[in-house]
């Protein structure tokens, strides 16, 4: 029986004693991932407080209604402080939307599929690579869902960003001045696939001769003409221990060369403010980092829905806040039931420029939604977060296979010691004539090799 009403504060009561006693259980009626197998809705497992934003504002806010500095306060605690700081002082605006239930809704169709298929089969291995029961590199799905172990929710995503086998991703990056100013921007295409944990695209599980790489990736600059044809790739080994393998290739100079991929605190253009190692806010193998720790678990705003419109020309986003009003993608969000908050510590770069970092995970999911990060002093530094969106409106639909295309729909990454943003938002099609691709084949001849980077620099 789902018990509908607790007192308000329940929930908060709850999640606090949870981490006085250091034992976080995802849950709070019954364990989520037997409510979401059961039903694949999560809603059984959490009183009404944390199922609807109205009931935990205690009616102060409700789906259609505008987050802005007026009433902010009221939902301070489900955001994370550089996005308080956003909203509070630099006229940032959060849409509210109605809370989306259905999982299947929350990631791409066969990636939900295989997790629930292959639940409990997920290991770490004597090293700390993800294994199966049988000690094979991973088949598919998330391997520790609704975890709330630390290193277990880094290493999910880091096996699979996207969550599709292959993806190509027309991208607008607009790089905004303190000022309000656009300084710079930037197209380009990102391109990733998986030879391992394949669920749509054939062969399946593993690409064979590929079983000991866990993702080949790419970004190749398209515009403007002063870096176009600039690329880098990144291909990765399956042992988390090790550095993936990072070539550039630089058209004035014709060659491809190698860079070491231990510096990954750098920004790939000029006036970028985004680095290799927030890429899903999992950038970097996930044993260079170290000292795994869930620091805090309930509540929190994330955008997993309504980011998306079928009638926005090439998927373009509106924007507001800030002194030009350029500074922030227009966002939807809505608030979800639980999340942990995991912290982790650079330990295998001593160069880093920061000393730890925060990211919560939507544990239906065990999806990224924001990411924080502090510099050596322990000053808050950077952020990174994202929108993400069934590409499914009600009017018109993208469609990836037989089902409806998931996917991130805008990211902001922010300096907060600077005062510079960094907005990047997936377009259908680029001027280059690039488009997005989800699980097509051809995606690793024409991205993803070191002949596609000289074909494109050329």
């Not at 059984?44 to 102060?60: H, Q, R, V």
């Not at 299947?104 to 199966?132: C, F, H, Q």
């Not at 990102?190 to 970004?219: C, N």
């Amino acid at each position: 029986m789902h018990i509908r009403r607790y007192d308000r504060d329940y929930s908060r009561r709850h999640f606090l004693e949870q981490l006085g006693r250091g034992t976080v259980a995802a849950g709070v009626l019954m364990p989520l991932w037997q409510a979401i197998a059961k039903t694949g809705d999560a809603s059984a497992a959490y009183p009404d407080e944390l199922l609807s934003i109205e009931a935990y504002t205690k009616g102060k806010l409700k789906p259609g209604d505008t987050i802005d500095a007026g009433n902010v306060d009221q939902v301070r605690e489900l955001l994370d402080p550089i996005q308080f700081q956003q909203v509070k002082d630099m006229g940032r605006r959060l849409t509210l939307a109605r809370e989306t239930t259905d999982v299947m809704r929350l990631s791409p169709w066969e990636y939900v599929e295989a997790t629930l298929s292959n639940k409990g089969r997920g290991r770490l291995d004597a090293n700390g690579n993800i294994a199966t029961d049988d000690g094979k590199p991973w088949i598919g799905g998330h391997p520790f869902p609704a975890s709330t172990n630390g290193l277990e929710a880094f290493a999910g995503q880091t096996l699979s960003w996207g969550r599709h086998d292959a993806s190509v991703y027309g991208i607008r990056e607009c790089d905004v001045s303190a000022s309000g100013k656009v300084d710079y921007r930037y197209e380009g295409v990102w391109a990733e696939m998986t030879p391992v944990a394949r669920v749509a695209m054939d062969p399946k599980p593993y690409l064979p001769g590929h079983e000991d790489k866990m993702r080949f990736q790419s970004i190749i600059f398209t515009s403007p003409d002063d870096i176009r044809g600039s690329s880098f790739l990144n291909i990765w080994p399956y042992d988390q221990r090790e550095f993936p393998d990072l070539f550039g290739y630089v058209p004035e100079f014709k060659r491809i060369r190698r860079f070491p991929t231990n510096q990954r605190f750098e920004p790939l253009l000029p006036g970028s403010d985004l680095y290799l190692s927030d890429a899903w806010a999992t950038g970097d193998p996930y044993l260079t980092w170290g000292n795994y720790k869930v620091i805090g678990t309930g509540p929190a705003l994330a955008g997993l829905s309504g980011n998306w419109s079928s009638s926005a020309d090439n998927w373009t986003h509106g924007t507001h806040g800030g002194p030009k009003g350029e500074t922030f993608y227009d966002t939807v969000v809505e608030l979800v039931p639980q999340a942990i908050n995991v912290e982790a510590q650079p330990v295998r770069y001593p160069r880093a420029p920061i000393s730890k970092k925060e990211v919560r995970f939507d544990l239906r999911t065990m999806l990224p939604i924001t990411m924080v990060s502090f510099d050596r002093r322990g000053q808050l530094f950077r952020s990174f977060d994202g929108a993400y969106s069934l590409y499914d409106d009600g009017k018109g639909q993208v469609m990836d296979g037989k089902h409806p295309y998931w996917s991130w729909t805008h990211v902001h990454a922010y300096n907060t010691q600077t005062g510079h943003m960094t907005r990047i938002e997936q377009v259908q099609r680029l001027a280059s004539g690039d488009v997005m691709r989800v699980n097509d084949p051809a995606t690793y001849d024409l991205y993803l090799t070191q002949g596609a980077m000289q074909r494109r620099g050329d």
